[in-house]
């Protein structure tokens, strides 16, 4: 075979660091980009922040410019599963009086609270108890086992290990005594921490959970027609089968109704008020406001990094421009940067204009009147590629009187009406959620009837995707909302 020489052309996108980098910082999160930016400052001796004290004599280079983004003078704002699992679920359904779904912001009063040192400031569990072990009377080997029995609870307050394999783990060590000893000290160690407070820790399950509380709480007869409840038909009181339970109890539906009411007193899981605070913080990119021309997105000025050329150092450039390499390479970076930062700015400001813009409805009347959205209509009309969409929309928050809401949660998928048209996913669950809170408790509405009633209202969803909707709502079955 002849070897030859060709020369041939070829066009291919070449991605510069700048594009790569300007790429990068598109997706991070505003927290990201304060933890990059950060790293960057101490890199770059050239890069600095502004400091709002200091005069204009700076070397330009801020992101953005103070006369941006704030609103003129005149404008105005407006204000079937085991009994256990099937039980809490139940129960869930019982003590959630707000759905999990509902991102609206929790009016708090006290802007300064600290969660970092609330969170510090939450005793464990462990320590919750270790300390009231501390305080009785026991033994040094009833104390030793006790202590043994806190450390194998889960976060939940439940001994979910078995007695019978804790002894395994004993007898490993130093323990002393045979099986038969031991598994006796345990039981006696058991019935001490079952004593301890919270009502209900140590329990072995959902049913032993429940009779450790109600036990603790005064006699009564509603108390003992509760603890047969819980002994002997919490699978019937799980799945609210009401006209079984009256017919085994004998008894009227008051008397059900009040024993029903002091079930859904108890909690079922009494460890995990002492679980530690997962907070997480949320910086809004964009605020949303109703000014006179209608709704219009601005930027968050405090989300927004401002950086600038550090003077000392450009002096030194300019006067002496046969400067160190180093140096001049750092200063590009620096450029690099700013221009990059103000540039993501501009793109998320851009995007979440166009989508205030065709969520109009939304923001006046709530998530029933969401509209159909995908990345590819903002993008068409950006002019801007769906992956930049992507980015933009991920981990991007907007701040709006109906709550903070991330950008994608504006995208969904949909389905048809009978007009031809389409219906938001979010205005379908709104729908649902509607629907569910105004039923009759009686006779709750199952998913094939919610199909139904929204099938009058034009909109065609199917059974299976009503259910779908109806456990991401964190709904339960039509058989644990029916009420006595």
Known sequence: MKQTLQLKLSQHLALTPQLQQSIRLLQLSTLELNQEIEQFLQDNPLLEREDPNDGPNFVPGDVYASDNQQPPASEEE?????????????????????????????????????????????????????????????????RSMVSFLIEA?????????????????????????????????????????????PPGIGARNVRECLTLQLENRPASPI?????????????????????KLKKALRCDDETLRAAHALICSLNPRPGAQYAPLDTRYIIPDVMVRKLRNGWTAMLNQDAMPRLRINRIYADILQHNRAGGSGLNSQLQEAKWLIKNVKQRFDTILRVSQAIVDRQ??????????????????????????????????????????????????????????????????????????????AENGHKPLSDSKIAEILGQQGIVVARRTIAKYREGLNIPPVNLRKSL
Request: zero cysteines; charged letters at 25%; glycine letters at 6%.
């Open 360 to 437: 109009q409805q939304f923001f006046e009347h709530g998530e029933v009147a969401m509209r159909p959205l995908t990345l590819r209509e903002i993008a068409e009309t950006l002019g801007l590629h769906e992956s930049t969409i992507s980015r933009v929309t991920t981990q991007k928050f907007m701040a709006s009187p109906r709550g903070i809401f991330e950008l994608k949660y504006f995208f969904g998928s949909h389905v048809a009406t009978d007009a031809g048209g389409a219906a938001s996913s979010t205005a379908i669950r709104a729908l649902i959620k509607q629907l569910v809170s």
């Open 78 to 142: 407006t204000p079937k599963p085991s009994y256990d699992e099937a039980y809490e679920q139940s129960f869930d359904a019982g003590w959630s009086g707000d759905s999990p779904g509902n991102r609206s912001p929790r009016d708090n009063d006290n802007d300064d609270t600290d969660f970092a040192e609330i969170q510090t400031a939450v005793t464990s569990l462990r320590d919750h108890l270790t300390s009231q072990l501390g305080l009785n009377q026991l033994s040094e080997r009833d």
């Open 223 to 243: 108390r003992e027609v509760a603890l047969v409840l819980v002994l002997q038909h919490l699978d019937l009181l799980a799945a609210r089968d009401f006209a």
């Open 153 to 197: 609870l889960d976060e939940d307050g439940y001994l979910a290990q078995d007695l019978e394999e804790l002894i395994d783990v004993l007898a490993e060590g130093d323990a002393g005594g045979n099986r038969e000893d031991l598994l006796e000290e345990l039981n006696i160690a058991l019935r001490h921490l079952q004593n301890f407070d």
